[in-house]
């Protein structure tokens, strides 16, 4: 049933200042909404519990984002077409940039913010597995202060997150060192255009002499939380890439992820798709390194 | 004021809509959609999915597409909206409109001003688009009827310049 609008609350303080008050003054009261496109969805189909909502969209400390030289610091309601059409984000992080470029058409991307996707915790998201590649940090707010957390300790469990109730994602920083790397991602979905992803690999890293110096490897829609494949990396480190190689990579790939049957795949596809996609990625780290 | 009490209070909204300043008494959390349709008699953004899947309710808000129906009105105050009744210069059809009615760009017409709307955009932040980003700019857009080569045919005719033609 639609919703009632008379039923629902909605402030805009217009200051970082004014919403972490409210929250603090009231932490499990108040949701807030950015851009919309996770909330009004709910909101529009009548399902959206929260009754009070604090809008971030007018919030400028949100949305700035900055450069320096060891990192960029993205605000937290930077929208996926400002990440996009962002030259150091294109240079120097295409995987966010690709995956900003998924996420719905060129309407949602003007609306849907970075924090908003991290803060909605889908395992499905086609920019999470990228943030946690490029080792993430976030700083979460409140009145108490704030805490830098590493993104890949923020999700807990299936849309479960660090996020006390009067705490806010101010940015997410990414350390600039990742420029010298191979880099590859690809999302399976039913569709090029709007799709959520079937699986979605992310993945970079770096090969010298032949062996692998560096490799970081997460994935979508395999777990309850956007996953980073550390045992997977562990193998890798200080091989060199050989198709010997690639039933073990598979055989520890499936003990770390835990993918399910649901309404856009099944477990058994996603196992192998997974599978196939991070050998696929390994190919191109050899073609590439062999290039350069 | 008892929470119920305050939930149900209006508010004051500003914004400009097709050049023109809007005041309207509303609930913070309408949808900048049922404002247009409901409050401003604006009936060309149309209702599709209600999600933000289909883009039949693109309209521009600070010169950015947008679906209105994932607006909450309270977060267009103060900005500058524009919906298909304010794309054409009084009788002069656009030249996006003009291009969609030669190349037939258009069927049952409830995608029509979305598509139109994600074109003008499109065209605004590239001016020579190749199809392939033509097709990426339209991707938020579906038109039920399945027109796509048309509605692509005719912003590429929209692209080339006037005189050529």
């Known amino acids: 049933m639609r919703a009632d609008p008379t039923d629902y609350k909605l402030v805009s303080p217009g200051s970082l200042q004014g919403v972490l008050s409210l929250l603090s003054a009231e932490p499990k009261r108040w949701l807030p909404i950015a851009g919309g496109t996770d909330v009004m969805v709910l909101y529009s189909a009548g399902k959206l519990p929260n009754r009070n909502l604090v809008n971030l969209w007018n919030v400028p400390e949100l949305r700035q984002l900055e450069v320096f030289p060891d990192r960029i610091r993205i605000g937290a309601t930077c929208t996926y077409s400002s990440l996009r059409n962002h030259a150091i984000v294109s240079r120097e992080f295409p995987l966010l940039a690709t995956a900003a470029s998924w996420t719905g058409g060129i309407a949602n991307q003007n609306r849907g913010t970075l924090g908003g996707n991290i803060a909605n915790a889908s395992p499905a998201a086609d920019s999470l597995p990228a943030l946690l590649v490029y080792d993430a940090e976030l700083t979460l707010v409140s009145l108490r202060g704030e805490r830098r957390v590493p993104y890949r300790e923020f999700h807990t469990g299936y849309k479960k997150t660090v996020l006390a109730p009067d705490e806010l994602i101010r940015d997410i920083s990414l350390p600039r060192r990742f420029s010298g790397y191979v880099t590859y991602t690809r999302k399976v979905g039913a569709r090029n255009a709007q799709a959520i992803s079937k699986v979605c690999l992310a993945a970079l890293g770096r090969i010298a002499n032949g062996v692998i110096q560096d490799v970081h490897l997460a994935l979508g829609s395999v777990a309850p939380i956007p996953l980073r494949l550390t045992e997977t990396e562990q193998l890798l480190i200080a091989k060199k890439i050989h198709s010997s190689l690639f039933g073990t990579v598979r055989r520890t790939l499936i003990q770390e992820i835990r993918p399910i049957d649901d309404i856009r795949s099944t477990a058994r596809y996603r196992t192998a798709v997974a599978g196939n996609l991070v050998v696929e990625f390994l190919g191109k780290l050899t073609a590439e390194s062999a290039r350069s | ?165």
């Open chain 2, 1 to 165: 004021m008892n929470p119920s009490h305050e939930a149900r209070a209006t508010s004051t909204v500003s914004f400009a809509v097709n050049g023109e300043l809007r005041n309207v008494r509303v609930h913070p959390m309408e949808r900048l959609l049922d404002v247009l349709r409901n409050e401003l008699g604006l009936t060309g953004a149309k209702e599709g999915c209600g999600e933000g899947e289909c883009g039949s309710c693109s309209v521009l808000m600070d010169g950015l597409l947008v679906n209105s129906c994932l607006v909450p009105v309270a977060q267009a105050d103060g900005s500058n909206v524009v919906t298909i009744e304010g794309i054409a210069a009084r009788s002069l059809l656009h030249p996006l409109q003009q291009a969609f009615l030669e190349s037939g760009g258009a069927q049952c017409g409830i995608c029509t001003p979305g598509m139109i709307l994600a074109a003008v955009h499109l065209l605004e932040k590239k001016p020579q688009p190749t199809p392939a980003e033509i097709r990426e700019g339209l991707a938020g857009n579906l038109c039920r009827c399945t027109g796509y080569t048309q509605i692509f045919e005719a912003v590429a005719k929209a692209v080339q310049p006037r005189v050529a033609r």
